[in-house]
């Protein structure tokens, strides 16, 4: 069974302060996927990274899928209250597989 | 355009009951899949549909199951309810999962009595 564990699961912060969220696994995946979830909602997909070593930017949002393809990163530089949400990592373990494995998500509070 | 649309938006049961959610999907999109959300597992598959055939199942048992109309629309079921089924079920919708990932709909809180 794959498992992706994601760190710290929760988090709160002060605004203009930066912050990481890993999301670690023993398996390979062929891809994956950061969501943002707010409550009352469905995730909202954030970015897809394919490719080992990939790095992807949003803004403010730096996400990095490692070498081997079994990690990745969540780097928000200068935090902002409005990022306050759930972030879930999601893992897809074959191409064209519509089967994600989520990750347990990370509560992120940022504070004004 | 339209998103993922779920309905109802909240539903109370009671233990032994079954149940019936409804999914449309994006316009144009053939693959249709569910998720359940529990604060204590997180997002697990359920199961995915592909031009109304079942592609992909999660570990979940026969007392949950679903299909998918020839509109792409999809229904899910759950038979026999139990307290433990109580979550949000969230319906996600794809074009081409390489390049553009799933839509999520806005999910169908689920209570059982």
């Known amino acids: 069974t794959q498992l992706l564990e994601q760190s710290p699961q929760f988090l709160s912060i002060q605004e203009g302060e930066n912050l990481t969220v890993y999301c670690n696994s023993s398996s390979v995946f062929s891809s994956l996927q950061w969501y943002r979830q707010e409550p009352g909602e469905g995730p909202v997909l954030l970015v897809t990274?394919?490719?080992?070593?990939e790095v992807k930017k949003l803004k403010r949002l730096t996400f990095q899928f490692g070498d081997a393809r079994k990690d990745s990163s969540l780097h928000i530089t200068a935090a902002q209250p409005g990022d306050t949400g759930l972030y879930l990592c999601?893992?897809?373990?074959?191409?064209?597989?519509?089967?994600?494995?989520f990750g347990q998500g990370t509560r992120l509070t940022i504070n004004p | 355009k339209a998103g993922v649309t779920q309905t109802p938006r909240y539903l109370i049961k009671t233990r032994g009951q079954q149940v019936t959610l409804s999914c449309s999907p994006i316009?144009?999109?053939?693959?249709v899949s569910w998720y359940q959300q529990t604060p204590g597992q997180g997002l697990q598959f359920l199961f995915e549909y592909f031009s109304e055939t079942q592609r992909n199942k999660g570990n979940f048992p026969g007392r949950f199951s679903g299909r998918q109309f020839s509109n792409s629309r999809s229904e899910m079921n759950v038979s026999t309810l139990e307290l433990g089924d109580s979550a949000l079920y969230l319906c996600a919708s794809s074009l081409s999962w390489a390049d553009y990932g799933y839509t999520f709909g806005s999910g169908t809180r689920l209570t059982v009595v």
């Open positions: 999601a893992g897809a373990d074959n191409e064209g597989a519509q089967k994600l494995v």
């Open positions: 990274v394919v490719t080992g070593g």
């Open positions: 316009s144009g999109h053939r693959s």
